[in-house]
Every structure is written in structure tokens, then in C-alpha cells.
């Protein structure tokens, strides 16, 4: 979450039909990949996560404990083995909600893959789960916000189960976001290493709908400068193209998201990280944030450019 002061066959069709647009590192032309990175399955982690039955995925219901157990599901149908502290990390904690402040019992959702090159730094790839629940009797069902990053992640730890990073990575799908980035900052709080050994947090925050310019943003260079020449020769894909801000001074209000999700806990504690989401859109926080609103073919195109950024950052970090 940002915050204001911040027929299905043929969806599955049109993805599974897609090729990836990969580029190389350091460059600005393009070339066509062997194989597309996503697939049919980015569309079906979607639509599963912002579906009625999900009730929004509000932290400590029980349509969140569903989105839990159908990630937790997903992540060992890829083989994402569970880091030593566990696949699941619950905490209590004191956040905001529609009647004011109350306690939350939320769960951050764990998984690691071992790094091939530097095992002992890690890349903490994020996304929070939760959304804002039911309201009024009706059901945010937050497609866009942030069923479209896990599903982002899920195909990103897809990939990395059959192509090992350099960095060792832990995906963290977290609860509590919408709340006050609670599972976050419980995580910083007792990470499963020591902070130190985090070489950078990438966190995923509605990757769906960049038909609003065209772009996927990138948030935090300004802050980590040597990031930014990693990513710069990544060219467009499809019509996406990464595009670098929201993190400056002259950045201000709900145009600085230095601070609006969940990396905004790792910043606090002096971690690098990396912000990549889509800009403000109508539904942001309405119950109308639904899977139909969004377009397959570009939310593919934004999550083959999020693993093309990731792909960069890792091997140019571990040089």
C-alpha cells in the first residue's frame, strides 16, 4: 500500500502466448529471450489471491489465513525450501485500523533459495499479502494492491528455482502492510540473520496497472546511487519501461514512497533497498481494485521487468 499523505481461458491464453523481451545488463537494445519467464500461472496466483473467497486478506481473518496457506501451498509446489527459523513467522502488534488502533496477530511467509556465489549475503525479495479486508459490507479485494506482487514474487522464486542467483535470497511475503507495516518491521526487529548480511531489500508493491504512464518504478537510487547504473540498461518491454524516482527531496507528500511500503521498515534500519511498483491509479483502495480491471498482457510485461531488474542487481551487486 501506498498511502495518500500517500472468459479466464483465454486470460490464461494471452499469458501463456507471451515471450519475454530480455535485455542485457548494461546495454539498450533488446533481444528476444529462448523461453518467456512467466506464465499462466502469474495470472492464476493473481485471480486466487483477489478472489472473493480471499475477503480482502485482511491481517488476523480468516480470509488472510486462506492467502497465507495458498502461498505457503505455492511456495513448495516450487520447491522453496523454508529457511532455518521456519516458514512462518507470527507476530503481535499494535496497528491501525477502521475503529481506530487495535492489536493484529499477523504471519510473515518465508522461503530461501542458497546463493551460488555469496551465500552468506542476501537479497530479501518482499511483498505484502494482507489487504484492507471487508468495509461496509463490501470486499476490497486488492488486486492491484498486492495480490499482483506476490504473484510478481512467486514467478520470480519460479525462476530462481531453475536459475540459482549469485545472492542467496529469502522471499518474504509479509502481513500487517496495510495496517502500518506491522509484519515488516516485526521482521527487522528479529530477522532470521543478522541485518548486516543483507545486501538489499527488493520489495514488490502493486505490479499490475502501468497503463497510467507506462512505467514500472523504481524508488530508492537517489538513496543508493551505485544501484541505478545496474538497472539503466534494461530497455522496455512490451510498453513498460522502467522509469527512477519518488525518492528525491523535491519528491513530496504522495509523490515520496521512500517510506510507503513495507522497505520503508528496512530503510528505517539502515538496509539498502529497492522500491518497484506501478504509479497511483482509480481503485487504489476501493473495492473496485479487481483482477478484471487489470490488463494480463501488461501485468506479464511489468513482472518479466521486475525479474530482468532483479537478474541485474544480483550479479552486478556480487561483482
Excluded at 525462476?159 to 518491521?185: C, I, M, Q
Excluded at 497503463?211 to 537510487?221: F, K, P, S
Excluded at 514512497?257 to 487504489?284: I, K, N
Aim: net charge negative.
Amino acid at each position: 500500500m501506498r498511502r495518500l499523505s500517500k472468459s479466464a481461458s483465454a486470460v490464461l491464453a494471452m499469458i501463456a502466448a507471451g515471450a519475454l523481451s530480455a535485455c542485457v545488463p548494461g546495454t539498450t537494445e533488446t533481444a528476444a529471450a529462448p523461453e518467456p519467464v512467466v506464465s499462466s500461472q502469474l495470472w492464476a496466483d493473481l485471480t486466487t489471491l483477489a478472489a472473493d473467497d480471499m475477503e480482502g486478506r485482511g491481517a488476523g481473518t480468516p480470509g488472510g489465513e486462506r492467502a497465507r496457506n495458498y502461498i505457503v501451498s505455492r511456495l513448495e509446489e516450487i520447491g522453496i525450501a523454508a529457511p532455518p527459523m521456519g516458514r512462518l513467522q507470527p507476530f503481535t502488534a499494535e496497528g491501525r485500523s477502521h475503529e481506530g488502533r487495535k492489536t493484529f496477530n499477523g504471519v510473515n511467509i518465508l522461503g530461501l533459495i542458497p546463493g551460488t556465489r555469496v551465500g552468506n549475503r542476501y537479497i530479501v525479495v518482499t511483498a505484502h499479502y494482507d489487504h484492507v479486508g471487508m468495509y461496509g459490507g463490501e470486499i476490497y479485494n486488492g488486486a492491484d494492491d498486492n495480490a499482483s506482487g506476490v504473484a510478481t514474487m512467486l514467478a520470480l522464486a519460479e525462476y530462481l528455482k531453475a536459475n540459482p542467483p549469485e545472492h542467496s535470497v529469502l522471499f518474504v511475503a509479509f502481513d500487517g502492510e496495510e495496517r502500518g507495516l506491522l509484519g515488516a518491521k516485526h521482521f527487522v526487529e528479529a530477522p532470521p540473520f543478522p541485518l548486516e548480511s543483507i545486501a538489499l531489500n527488493l520489495n514488490f508493491d502493486m505490479t499490475a496497472r502501468a497503463e497510467t504512464d507506462g512505467h514500472l518504478w523504481v524508488t530508492g537510487t537517489y538513496q543508493h546511487p551505485t544501484l541505478r547504473p545496474l538497472l539503466e540498461g534494461i530497455g522496455p518491454i512490451g510498453s513498460v519501461s522502467l522509469a527512477f524516482g519518488k525518492d528525491t527531496p523535491q519528491d513530496t507528500g504522495a509523490d515520496n514512497w521512500v517510506s510507503a511500503s513495507d522497505h520503508g521498515a528496512f530503510h528505517a534500519a539502515g538496509v539498502p533497498f529497492l522500491y518497484l511498483g506501478v504509479d497511483f491509479h482509480p481503485d487504489y483502495h476501493r473495492p473496485s481494485d479487481d483482477a478484471e480491471r487489470i490488463t494480463p498482457a501488461v501485468f506479464r510485461n511489468v513482472t518479466d521487468l521486475a525479474i530482468q531488474s532483479f537478474r541485474a542487481l544480483d550479479t552486478g551487486m556480487s561483482r
